[in-house]
């Protein structure tokens, strides 16, 4: 079976990856390499991140890597948090408290909103293909649901619900990862041997 390492520690977003390609791949994690340690997302731009994580754990590894950045922008907040989503405070939690707090007073629909993924598959040479996916929504005023992480219990989409209300195969369906992925799969049939 081929094998894909997939430059992360997140688990929400492992389990999103192997839902997609684990029938096909073998999907192993950051977690998998502890001598990597941590990568710095030091560019201003999903892409750039998400090729910084996937370029060096490809060339650490010598395996095809797949990485993402991902992140909420906020149209009242001028795209805020942006790169800096999963910075934005300690936890969850506080990422969502400042967030609600920040948008105190805004109308619902000035409070539009969507989540970003970028998603970089780097060669161990360092050739790179690059897909994006986005889901629309706007910030609700109170965290609904008990599926997700992240901001998905504030993330309010067109039908509604939250995205912590979906299961993950809804989820899955139409969320910002989702599509990116479902992009990147031609590209992984493609480039990786079979």
């Not at 948090?81 to 934005?88: D, F, I, L, N, Q």
């Given at each position: 079976m081929?094998?894909?390492?997939?430059?992360?520690?997140?688990?929400g977003?492992?389990?999103e990856?192997?839902?997609?390609?684990?029938a096909?791949?073998?999907v192993?994690?950051?977690k998998d390499?502890?001598s990597?340690g941590?990568i710095?997302e030091?560019?201003?731009?999903?892409?750039?991140n998400?090729a910084l994580?996937?370029?060096?754990?490809a060339?650490a590894?010598?395996?095809?890597?797949l990485?993402?950045?991902?992140g909420?922008?906020?149209?009242?907040?001028?795209?805020r948090?942006?790169v800096?989503s999963a910075?934005?405070a300690p936890?969850?939690?506080?990422?969502?408290?400042?967030l609600l707090?920040?948008?105190e007073?805004?109308?619902?629909?000035?409070?539009?909103?969507r989540?970003v993924?970028a998603?970089c598959?780097?060669?161990p040479a360092g050739?790179?293909?690059?897909?994006r996916g986005t889901?629309?929504?706007?910030?609700g005023?109170?965290?609904?649901g008990e599926h997700?992480?992240g901001?998905?219990?504030?993330?309010?989409l067109?039908?509604?619900?939250t995205?912590a209300e979906?299961t993950?195969e809804q989820k899955?369906g139409?969320?910002?990862?989702g599509?990116?992925?479902?992009?990147?799969?031609?590209?992984?049939?493609r480039?990786?041997?079979?």
């Amino acid at each position: 079976m081929n094998e894909l390492v997939f430059a992360t520690t997140n688990r929400g977003k492992l389990v999103e990856l192997e839902g997609l390609v684990g029938a096909r791949l073998s999907v192993r994690s950051l977690k998998d390499f502890p001598s990597l340690g941590e990568i710095a997302e030091t560019a201003d731009t999903f892409e750039g991140n998400a090729a910084l994580k996937a370029v060096a754990v490809a060339a650490a590894t010598g395996r095809w890597a797949l990485a993402d950045d991902s992140g909420l922008e906020v149209d009242a907040l001028g795209g805020r948090p942006g790169v800096w989503s999963a910075r934005y405070a300690p936890t969850d939690a506080e990422r969502i408290a400042k967030l609600l707090s920040e948008l105190e007073g805004v109308p619902a629909e000035a409070r539009s909103a969507r989540f970003v993924c970028a998603l970089c598959l780097a060669s161990p040479a360092g050739a790179t293909v690059f897909r994006r996916g986005t889901c629309e929504g706007r910030i609700g005023v109170t965290p609904r649901g008990e599926h997700g992480f992240g901001y998905d219990p504030i993330f309010v989409l067109p039908s509604g619900h939250t995205l912590a209300e979906l299961t993950h195969e809804q989820k899955s369906g139409l969320s910002h990862r989702g599509q990116a992925f479902r992009a990147m799969q031609p590209a992984l049939e493609r480039l990786l041997p079979r």
